[in-house]
């Protein structure tokens, strides 16, 4: 069955550095989403994405955010300059009209 | 007020028992998930629901647009049933999931 890969798993970064989170979703799926959840809370919602642009955000996702799809399948969540408060696992999803597909997640850790 | 309840938030039962997990919404919406989340991490999708009854194993979804109102039961519980159990609702207009707190499920042997 097709499933959703996040890399890296893990990813340890400074505060104020930029990171790159990367998903390739099931290729033929239409809706893409980036979730978080913080250790210990409930996941959120940051931001869908279809038909090339953001369909949808929250108010977590502020102008340090930013997704792309560069090459029509990776599906990427960049975070311009990391705050501590950024720690939480966050997880790609993806959505052909059939139930939700998640990756795994990355764990992102800023110290 | 949260869009999206979930009841009750902690569960411990014994093995064997059956289980109800309850989520209210508040929000229209085109569809509802259950998914299930390990202590592990990961999200697993159980069931996507937009009207009646889903059935799958010892899984069972429900749900009621009109009360705006879905039901997850498990049936003869087991041990490795133990895991967060999330209601999400996807809203009419299909841009967004709403997740609910999520109902943490301890099945004891």
Redesign the interface.
């Known amino acids: 069955e097709p499933e959703v890969t996040q890399t890296p798993s893990h990813q340890v970064t400074q505060m104020g550095q930029e990171v790159i989170l990367r998903c390739v979703p099931i290729s033929n799926h239409l809706y893409f989403y980036w979730y978080r959840q913080i250790l210990g809370q409930k996941v959120e919602f940051l931001v869908s994405f279809y038909n090339n642009e953001i369909s949808e955000k929250s108010e977590i996702f502020d102008d340090q955010f930013s997704v792309e799809r560069p090459d029509g399948s990776n599906f990427t969540l960049k975070i311009r300059s990391t705050k501590l408060e950024d720690s939480a696992m966050y997880f790609c999803a993806s959505d052909g009209g059939s139930p939700l597909h998640f990756g795994n997640g990355t764990r992102l850790t800023v110290t | 007020k949260n869009e999206v309840e979930q009841s009750p938030q902690n569960l411990t039962a014994q093995e064997g028992e059956f289980i109800t997990i309850n989520c209210s919404y508040s929000v229209g919406i085109s569809a509802l998930?259950w998914?299930q989340?390990h202590p592990g991490?990961?999200?697993?999708?159980?069931?996507?629901l937009s009207s009646g009854k889903k059935k799958h194993g010892r899984l069972i979804a429900t749900i009621n647009i009109q009360e705006k109102h879905s039901s997850l039961h498990i049936t003869a519980s087991h041990p490795r049933d133990s895991a967060v159990y999330?209601c999400?609702v996807?809203k009419t207009?299909?841009?967004?999931?709403?997740?609910?707190?999520?109902t943490s499920l301890s099945v004891i042997p």
């Open positions: 998930h998914l989340q991490g990961g999200i697993v999708s159980l069931f996507m999330i999400a996807l207009s299909y841009d967004k999931v709403i997740f609910g707190p999520g």
